[in-house]
């Protein structure tokens, strides 16, 4: 039934220029620039204000209460605490299609280094011990243009009919929100969504939008090991069995999974991100803990890179003569699929509408390497479009470049889009986005 319905969705947009003369994108995008100017300014100030307090995965209280608000202002029926601090926002216009738009509510531990004026300096407690917090992902321009589209579209009522699903989701940054949300019975509670749509700001070109048809980002899992060893002074090593060396020992090794069995060209990523070993330097500690995420774009290497780290582990502390490391899988996620059909809707909406900012990545191409949780709902069997927007500008650029490096990425502690440009393009994407399946001709 879907697919029938994407099918007559992009024959519809495809027909002959005398059937496709109703509403123009470029009207439609007009509008969303009135909206932009005209309340950009509180805009910005809500941008700052998120910005400045992050709050990390599944203890955003302040953030969901702040947008909880700012829905319920608008006229939208907010249901909050939904998967931990989810919030899903329902607007009815009519019937129509109900189309759902996402945004991330979480935070990074992770210290601001980017000198703005509005830098975080907020902390959090992460498992009894405080450290600073940053939104080093974008999420707080996501949001910002969340809200900007949700006042795109009342705007503009005469243009959609349907049900709007606004849905803030928490814990993105440990890809474990989306699926809590599933679980805490969301399609018993809300409609399920005909069409789903989020984006996030990238380190490209400030303004810039970003579609790919297929595979978008990486499935993403999370490992923790711990050695077990046995501890001694420093200056008797004989004594002990040193997990910080087999720690090191699989670090090292772990490597070659990726280089020496997966078949040359293959998408595949191990990253050891902690190893937390000893107090003091004369002590070898009787345990180690390292942490890491592993990334891939098919099924089968996906199983190839847990079974590499296992295997590994396994033989590193064999070899150490240690009891067998535990090893705890944390949390994963799949790959986000952007349906073919509906990309190219949108696209061709959004070249018209954005002249010169759009450009589109076909199916055939390989997918990003980050990951996202949200395909847990594109999984759940919403079809969707995943977007990307830019928000380097162009000073960052030209420095950057001047200087012989890439410029800031996401998670970086200097990370720090362009805000304006980027807010404004990620709301007209959306907003655009969802008139392509719910407007009215």
């Known amino acids: ?175 474990e929100g989306a699926k809590a949300m599933l679980k805490d019975d969301f399609f018993k509670r809300f409609p399920k969504p005909d069409y789903g749509f989020a984006a996030h700001v990238m380190p490209y070109p400030a303004g810039t939008v970003m579609l790919k048809e297929g595979p978008v980002t990486s499935a993403a899992d999370a490992v923790k090991i711990t050695f077990k060893g046995k501890g001694a002074h420093g200056s008797m090593p004989a004594d002990s069995i ?52 592993l990334r891939s774009h098919d099924p089968e290497v996906r199983r190839q890179l847990l079974a590499g780290v296992r295997k590994t582990a396994l033989a590193a502390a064999s070899i150490a003569g240690a009891p067998e ?24 909406k959004l070249k018209i509408a954005m002249p010169g900012q759009v450009t589109v990545e076909p199916d055939y191409k390989p997918a990003g390497s980050g990951s996202e949780d949200y395909s847990e709902f594109v999984n759940a069997g919403i079809p969707s479009v995943f977007i990307g927007i830019g928000g380097s500008s162009q000073a960052v650029l030209d420095r950057a470049k001047t200087e012989g490096r890439k410029p800031p990425v996401n998670h970086s502690p200097f990370f720090a889009p362009d805000p304006e440009p980027s807010i404004r393009a990620g709301t007209k994407a959306l907003t655009l986005s969802v008139l392509s399946v719910a407007g009215v001709d």
């Open 325 to 348: 490391p535990d090893i705890a899988y944390l949390y994963g996620t799949a790959v986000t699929f952007n349906e073919v059909r509906l990309t190219d809707a949108v696209a061709q």
């Open 242 to 293: 040193d997990p910080i060396v087999m720690g090191a020992h699989f670090i090292s090794d772990v490597q070659t999974v990726i280089s020496r069995e997966l078949t040359p060209g293959t998408f595949g990523v191990i990253t050891v991100g902690t190893f937390h070993a000893g107090t003091v330097e004369n002590i070898i500690p009787d345990s180690a803990e390292l942490r890491l995420t």
């Open 1 to 175: 039934m879907r697919v029938k319905k994407l099918a007559l969705l992009a024959a519809s947009l495809l027909a002959s220029p005398a059937m496709a003369a109703a509403p123009d994108p470029k009207a439609d995008a007009a509008r969303v620039d009135a909206v932009l100017d005209k309340g950009y300014p509180q805009l910005e100030a809500l941008y700052k204000d998120i910005h400045q307090h992050p709050e990390i995965a599944f203890h955003e209280v302040r953030t969901a209460a702040l947008l909880a608000d700012r829905m319920r202002k608008l006229g939208f029926e907010v249901t909050e605490k939904v998967g931990g601090t989810g919030i899903v926002a329902l607007y009815r216009n009519g019937a129509g299609p109900t189309v759902l738009v996402r945004t991330e509510l979480d935070g990074l531990p992770l210290l601001e280094k980017t000198g703005l004026p509005y830098a975080s300096r907020a902390t959090q407690e992460i498992d009894g011990k405080v450290v600073p917090t940053m939104h080093g992902c974008g999420h707080d321009i996501h949001m910002s243009w969340w809200i900007a589209t949700a006042q795109a579209l009342l705007t503009m009522k005469d243009r959609w009919h349907g049900t709007l699903m606004f849905v803030a989701q928490p814990a993105e940054e440990t890809v």
